[in-house]
């Protein structure tokens, strides 16, 4: 069971990020082979700094150490360290359709956002994605909703070369958390909790103080109803209720006859507690991680060792087929 996934290193890290995808990532490594990819590449495709995105890469590898990703049982690397990842993409740009790549609800979302000047590396990035995914013969992909779509192009771009060129790449599967999968912004429930959200007061991050966190959830957006129960109109509560839910891993249900009664300034001021006391442990071993620079750039270097055997394999195979290179011999 091989399971990959990637993540950007821009911003700082939030609550849907842990555990949309962070947690999915650690469970992983305990079930199968994870390899876990800081996207450098992908974060080129908006515009950037240069040095922020290279800090982003130590941050985020931090972090996801800090989580609990363990380097002896996982592969964690860096993408810009793999060049096969850009040829693999430039590969499968050929049985990729422009058609698809314009119906990628995240381009439409993103590039409206650029004000003047929107790349082609944002219109081509689900196919980075896609080579990202392929390059390891990848069984499952732990991702949070908003990628469902990506994830379903991987699946027809691997399934077209395979019915074009022979068998040779893995179909992936897309795995998703039931409770938790699309974590909402605190101030509008009805927008995913996002880095590039309108509002910061709607998102977790890691680098927040536990007052800042105890506020943001104080002032979180509900309705104006009194019930702490789930229902289609009531998107704030929802969110909140599947926050606790993960962070105290029970069920919402569980969580709903806690709060049979409760007012919802109660129910708020237990969510924010309980996600300072979830997230404390981690933000205390990622100040220790972030502070030694040359031992994360180390475990990064020797990820990239491991990765790049696999990739390497996988390249060579698509090339052979593809008529792509020399001739090569059959071993
Ligand atoms: N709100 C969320 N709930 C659950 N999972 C989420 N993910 C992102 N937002 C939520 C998952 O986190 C993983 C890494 O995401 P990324 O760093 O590659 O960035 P992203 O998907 O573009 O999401 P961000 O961090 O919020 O950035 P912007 O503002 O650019 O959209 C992915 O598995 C993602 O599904």
């Known amino acids: 069971m091989r399971i990959f996934s990637g993540i950007q290193p821009t911003g700082v890290k939030h609550l849907g990020n842990y555990i949309g995808a962070i947690v999915p990532y650690i469970e992983g490594q305990e079930r199968g082979e994870g390899i876990y990819c800081i996207v450098d590449l992908h974060a080129t495709t908006v515009a950037y700094e240069p040095a922020a995105l290279r800090t982003g890469s130590y941050d985020l590898a931090a972090l996801?150490?800090?989580?609990?990703?363990d380097p002896a049982r996982c592969i964690l690397f860096r993408q810009s360290d793999v060049h096969e990842h850009s040829v693999l993409q430039w590969l499968l740009m050929g049985v990729s359709s422009y058609g698809e790549l314009l119906r990628m609800t995240q381009f439409k979302d993103k590039s409206d956002k650029q004000k003047d000047f929107v790349s082609a590396g944002l219109f081509s990035y689900p196919v980075l994605m896609a080579a990202d995914i392929l390059a390891y013969?990848?069984?499952?992909?732990?991702v949070g909703d908003d990628q469902r779509q990506h994830v379903e192009l991987t699946r027809n771009i691997a399934e077209r070369f395979n019915s074009r060129?022979?068998?040779?790449?893995?179909?992936?599967?897309?795995?998703?958390?039931?409770?938790?999968?699309r974590i909402m912004d605190l101030q509008d429930p009805t927008s995913k909790m996002s880095t590039t959200g309108a509002n910061p007061q709607g998102a977790i991050y890691f680098s927040d103080e536990p007052s800042a966190i105890l506020k943001k959830f104080k002032s979180a957006v509900t309705d104006s109803g009194r019930e702490v129960v789930r229902g289609p109109d009531k998107p704030g509560i929802n969110n909140l209720l599947d926050i606790l839910a993960v962070v105290r891993g029970v069920s919402v249900e569980e969580v709903e006859r806690e709060f049979e009664g409760s007012m919802y300034g109660q129910f708020k001021q237990t969510v924010g507690e309980a996600v300072v006391d979830y997230i404390a442990p981690v933000q205390a071993r990622y100040k220790e991680l972030r502070a030694d620079e040359a031992q994360l750039e180390a475990i990064l270097a020797a990820g990239a060792d491991k990765a790049r055997q696999i990739a390497?394999?996988?390249?060579?195979?698509?090339?052979?087929?593809m008529g792509v290179g020399p001739v090569r011999s059959a071993s």
């Open 165 to 181: 060129f022979g068998e040779t790449l893995v179909v992936p599967a897309g795995v998703y958390r039931t409770v938790g999968a």
């Open 312 to 321: 390497a394999q996988t390249v060579a195979e698509v090339q052979a087929k």
């Open 64 to 69: 996801l150490l800090a989580a609990g990703l």
């Open 137 to 142: 013969k990848t069984d499952e992909v732990p």
